[in-house]
């Protein structure tokens, strides 16, 4: 089993920067691809970002693309979600994920993900 923490979340102004913790914890997920999602009221959960615990694989969403950056500290068994130049379109309650079993291009299907953290908001303010 593996959890999810996420923290970070808050109000920013439009072309401010905010950084999103994920912690995680448990057994083996050395292997695991984990990914951001994010979720506005009303919307579908959308794809934002990837990457390998183990390192590399890291894809973003055409949306965020060039704003956002994922990454990972194995040592603090943290991943992060570093955005900037945030846009209100932004705004949205923000999911990270795990997963250990799917095909590797199914990185931006929601379904695919096994563990799940409660989120943390983001309000982007114009």
């Known amino acids: 089993q593996v959890q999810l923490v996420e923290s970070g979340g808050g109000l920013v102004q439009a072309g401010g920067s905010l950084r999103l913790s994920c912690a995680v914890s448990?057994?083996?997920?050395?292997?695991?691809?984990m990914a951001w999602f994010r979720q506005a009221p009303g919307k579908e959960r959308d794809f934002v970002a990837h990457?390998?615990?183990?390192?590399?694989?890291?894809y973003y969403s055409d949306s965020v693309k060039g704003r956002f950056t994922i990454s990972r500290d194995v040592a603090k068994n943290t991943m992060y979600l570093e955005m900037n130049s945030l846009k209100p379109e932004d705004t949205a309650v923000y999911y990270c994920?795990?997963?250990?079993?799917?095909?590797?291009?199914?990185?931006?299907?929601?379904?695919?993900?096994?563990?799940w953290g409660q989120g943390t908001q983001v309000t982007v303010s114009s």
């Open positions: 990457i390998r615990w183990s390192g590399g694989g890291t």
């Open positions: 448990g057994r083996s997920f050395d292997n695991y691809h």
């Open positions: 994920a795990a997963g250990s079993g799917f095909y590797y291009t199914d990185y931006f299907k929601a379904n695919k993900y096994d563990y």
